[in-house]
């Protein structure tokens, strides 16, 4: 590669930390201050950077908050797909991965509740804000083809990670789980459960 290349390739590099860095001072700022609190001058304070900077990157407060609403539903996404494709107890999965909001997943939880929320009012959010909900949705037609029940599933995974939220107390699993399951409408909720009820006595 000639040395034009590697200068091109050194600057993007450095242009895709750039945007990490901010994108990581606003989570940071989410956590800590909700997303009302989000502002270029707050994301460039958090980010140890002058305010032009954040705004070179990210020109519109929305185009700000889209990325880092993205980041965090990209993630979360990425695990409740993992589970619908590979778990074979999806609703178990699913379950602990609701009560990870309790404890190590709460500051991330947290963020993307605070930006889903503002979704409401901002519509540039709303196609991102509704990533989760469909992976959710996704799963749950790995456990059945009721579309109400789907819709059933989605809501309660919604609610429980919003009191899990606001209780701020460990959370209960085998209770998360039997709400996931009754949202189904009591079915068994893996394909081995399926199977052995399937099979001969």
């Avoid at 995974?157 to 409408?185: F, K, M, S, W």
Wanted: contains cysteine; proline residues 4%.
């Amino acid at each position: 590669m000639d040395a034009g290349g590697s200068a091109t390739d050194g600057r993007r590099a450095r242009g895709q930390r750039r945007r990490a860095e901010i994108i990581a001072a606003t989570l940071a700022v989410v956590r800590r201050e909700g997303a009302a609190g989000v502002t270029h001058r707050a994301v460039a304070k958090e980010a140890d950077i002058p305010t032009s900077l954040s705004t070179y990157y990210f020109a519109t407060l929305d185009d700000l908050l889209v990325a880092a609403l993205s980041s965090v539903a990209d993630a979360y996404t990425a695990r409740i797909r993992a589970i619908a494709d590979e778990h074979e107890d999806k609703l178990g999965g699913l379950a602990a991965l609701i009560a990870d909001s309790a404890g190590p997943d709460r500051d991330r939880a947290l963020a993307e509740r605070e930006l889903c929320t503002l979704a409401a009012r901002r519509p540039a959010l709303r196609p991102v804000a509704r990533y989760w909900r469909e992976s959710v949705a996704e799963l749950a037609g790995h456990l059945t083809d009721d579309p109400r029940a789907v819709a059933a599933f989605v809501a309660a995974a919604d609610g429980l990670c919003t009191a899990i939220l606001i209780e701020n107390a460990p959370a209960d699993l085998d209770y998360i789980r039997a709400v996931l399951e009754q949202a189904l409408g009591g079915r068994p909720h893996d394909e081995a459960a399926r199977g052995a009820a399937a099979a001969p006595a």
